[in-house]
């Protein structure tokens, strides 16, 4: 089957040898059938998230002194200020209990479709919706996967202009990588996803923490 990969588990894979690389992508396989099980909504994103923290969990234990330099926390935000990626059934979990989004940054990225839409727009606008002014996450324990699965051990402020990769140092956890490349895997099921600002404002505009459907492409 076509498998929706985070960027990290793409180079990740790009440094193993084919018989490696082969058992990544039987994990992966079997991530997917597992999660393919749980019923679709806010309790299969509460799945994906536990699955990444204990993920999180075991690369900290078997790998301590990478965590060690790990220099993410409270405040340090400026990923929070470019394209934070949810799924469908993320977007049901933060719309049924996460507090309110920011209107004014919800209606702004309502129509944006790519992680380029937030290249160039001041900060303010590009930050998730559902950061706090004081740089700290507002739904940290709803959080999505992707942010439980960034991990930085360069200085936070070469992360302020989001593409100066040469200058971030990332840890990638490859049992981190296999549980959301399973979640987007699964997402991209059927039709296109929806961009997240759109799907998370149907929701919420609809008052309630599910949908039959996503929004039509047009609204």
């Known amino acids: 089957m076509d498998y929706r990969t ?5 180079h990740f894979l790009g440094g193993l040898g084919q018989g490696a690389r082969e058992e990544a992508l039987r994990a992966l396989a079997r991530e997917v059938q597992e999660l393919r099980e749980v019923p679709r909504g ?5 799945e994906v ?21 790990v220099r993410c926390g409270r405040g340090c935000s400026h990923c929070c200020r470019l394209w934070v ?44 919706v559902f950061l706090g002014p004081d740089g700290a ?23 302020r202009d989001g593409g100066l990769a040469t200058r971030i140092t990332a840890v990638i956890n490859p049992y981190v990588e296999v549980c959301v490349s399973a979640a987007l895997t699964l ?7 929806p961009p997240a600002g ?22």
């Not at 209990?97 to 920011?102: A, I, Q, W, Y």
């Not at 996450?137 to 959080?143: A, L």
């Not at 996967?145 to 992360?159: F, H, K, M």
């Open 6 to 10: 985070t960027k990290a588990f793409d």
């Open 42 to 46: 806010a309790g299969r994103a509460r």
């Open 49 to 69: 998230h536990r699955r990444v923290d204990a993920a999180q969990a075991r690369f900290a234990a078997l790998r301590p002194d990478v965590i060690g330099q």
């Open 85 to 128: 990626g949810v799924t469908r059934d993320e977007a049901e979990l933060l719309a049924e209990t996460g507090p309110r989004p920011d209107p004014r940054r919800l209606e702004a990225q309502r129509p944006w479709t790519s992680p380029a839409d937030f290249i160039g727009r001041p900060r303010e606008e590009a930050s998730c």
């Open 137 to 159: 996450c507002g739904v940290y324990g709803d959080r999505p996967s992707i942010c439980r699965a960034v991990l930085v051990a360069s200085d936070p402020e070469a992360c």
């Open 187 to 193: 997402d991209a099921e059927g039709d296109p996803p």
């Open 198 to 219: 759109r799907h998370l404002a149907h929701l919420l505009g609809a008052g309630r923490g599910s949908s039959p459907a996503p929004p039509p492409p047009g609204s």
